[in-house]
């Protein structure tokens, strides 16, 4: 289950914008015969250890900067499409609903070879382009089926909910299942724009500082916020010996959502202007809580409610920084090895190539 779901569900039931349902939903998901309900947000801390990673190593070299999220898509397609000369600039990294699947699918595989099953992974997520993401080839297993094997956007899941006869509002609160069910804050604002980019900067800086940031402000105030264009800057200050060569660098950010605010930023960049390091895009204008498989709305400021709820759910939690989760820990120390290392990106990273409209004009 994505973050943005959580917060817009129970608006197909009357609830008000931006409750959060999560609980209830995991117990709606097992009356339904889910056999075990997840959290995608695992894969949010996940996805920020792998680009944090990516991210400093391209600061280090100064090589195809900036270095741009690749969470949604959406942009992602585009950018195949349209521009592919920013092919090189998008990051590497999976998207948490991919990483969390890669992380699934292998725990389960010898389990499903025992015992002469097979298991069947289902998304649920707020964006119709998540049903195009599945389909790509890349990210298809070495076997060639998909890691996903079906998405649900937030809507198809609460009308299969009411075809069920369940009152959702009813419902018993239900907790997540171990061991992929724990997650940090950091990884609940992946479904708002910005929040990417902040859950990446908690990381980014404690790794190279080696201080732990306070835990009562740790929000990225200036990339907050449903304006097109958002940006901050921040200096490295007190590095580590092994980031002594980035003392004083300035980090600059920008966070972008809707493809207008995109192709600005881009043509700055084509044009030699840009002084970013570090680009988030979503797709959707206020990000994934205001994605195209959400709820429809008369309700003014849903973003906004939508999105003030994930930060909520972040600043109520113990662990607010990725690199902090110990089943995080416990995946790398067990199974991947160091973050960026060979395995973690034969596993949890991709590829891109020029499609489409591109292609054709190309022949």
């Known amino acids: 289950i994505a973050p943005a779901v959580r917060v817009a569900l129970g608006e197909a039931y009357g609830l008000p914008a931006g409750e959060n349902v999560l609980d209830k939903l995991v117990t709606a998901l097992k009356i339904m ?5 997840y959290d995608t947000i695992f894969g949010a801390d996940l996805t920020v250890r792998e680009e944090s990673a990516e991210f400093l190593r391209r600061l280090e070299t100064g090589e195809n900067l900036p270095l741009m999220t690749s969470c949604c898509p959406s942009w992602v397609r585009y950018v195949e499409q349209e521009r592919p000369q920013f092919l090189k600039n998008l990051s590497s990294a999976l998207s948490p609903m991919q990483m969390f699947a890669t992380v699934l699918k292998d725990r389960y595989r010898a389990k499903d070879a025992a015992d002469g099953r097979t298991t069947f992974h289902i998304a649920i997520m707020p964006c119709t382009a998540k049903k195009y993401e599945i389909q790509r080839p890349e990210l298809a297993s070495l076997d060639g089926v998909p890691d996903v094997d079906a998405v649900l956007t937030t809507r198809e899941l609460a009308r299969m909910i009411k075809s069920a006869g369940i009152d959702l509002r009813a419902l018993p609160e239900g907790t997540f299942d171990a061991p992929l069910g724990l997650s940090t804050g950091a990884a609940d604002i992946f479904g708002v724009t910005g929040g990417v980019m902040e859950a990446a900067l908690r990381t980014v800086c404690e790794l190279v500082t080696g201080r732990e940031l306070p835990f009562e402000n740790l929000h990225v105030t200036p ?8 940006t901050a800057s921040l200096t490295l200050r007190d590095t580590l010996p092994a980031y002594r060569h980035l003392e004083g660098v300035e980090v600059r950010v920008a966070v972008t959502s809707g493809l207008a605010g995109a192709d600005r930023l881009m043509r700055e960049i084509a044009g030699g202007q840009s002084p970013y390091h570090f680009i988030e ?42 690199h902090e989760n110990p ?14 290392g060979h395995l973690a990106h034969e596993l949890l990273h991709t590829r891109y190539v020029p499609r489409g409209l591109y292609n054709e004009r190309v022949k």
Do not use: H
């Not at 015969?33 to 309900?37: F, N, R």
């Not at 990339?223 to 958002?230: P, T, V």
């Not at 309700?299 to 939690?317: I, P, T, W």
């Not at 995080?328 to 991947?336: A, C, D, I, K, S």
């Open 281 to 322: 895009v979503m797709g959707c204008p206020g990000g994934c809580v205001s994605g195209g498989g959400q709820p429809r709305t008369d309700v003014e400021n849903f973003r906004e409610l939508r999105s003030r709820a994930l930060y909520a759910e972040d600043e109520g939690k113990p662990l607010r920084k990725s």
């Open 33 to 37: 015969g889910a056999d075990e309900v």
């Open 327 to 340: 089943d995080l820990l416990r995946l790398y120390e067990t199974w991947l090895g160091e973050a960026g």
């Open 223 to 230: 990339i907050e916020g449903l304006e097109q264009i958002k």
